[in-house]
Nanobody
């Protein structure tokens, strides 16, 4: 599985961005796609995850309500809609995929086998 993340950029506080993660090599049926972020000097942080079959989503609690994860089965692409952005959301955002995670391990980077290259999100105050 190859993942290509895109959609990052510079946005003012309060603005929105939609990140995309295009998968190739195989369908993500049976997989889970996750989004993580990493700010300079900080550990990689779980944002959200979605099960390709059924579309069930999980969020880091602090991001629920501002971020929305979704997927397009036909396009084999996942999305992360981010609203009401703040400077604290500034980070490199990564998409990842796994076929072996369970709900209790969705937030662990080590649960994911495939990673995209990251896309930078910068929120100015």
């Amino acid at each position: 599985v190859q993942l290509q993340a895109s959609g990052g950029g510079l946005v003012q506080a309060g603005g929105s961005l939609r990140l995309s993660c295009a998968a190739s090599g195989r369908t993500l049926r049976g997989y889970i796609m996750g989004w993580f972020r990493q700010a300079p000097g900080k550990e990689r942080e779980f944002v959200a995850a979605i099960r390709w079959n059924g579309g069930n989503a999980n969020y880091k609690e602090s991001m629920r309500g501002r971020f929305t994860i979704s997927r397009d089965i036909v396009q084999n692409t996942g999305y992360l809609q981010m609203d009401s952005l703040t400077p604290e959301d500034t980070a490199a955002y990564y998409c990842a995929a796994t076929s072996r995670a369970i709900t209790s391990t969705l937030g662990l980077p080590s649960s994911y086998d495939y990673w995209g290259q990251g896309t930078q999100v910068t929120v100015s105050s």
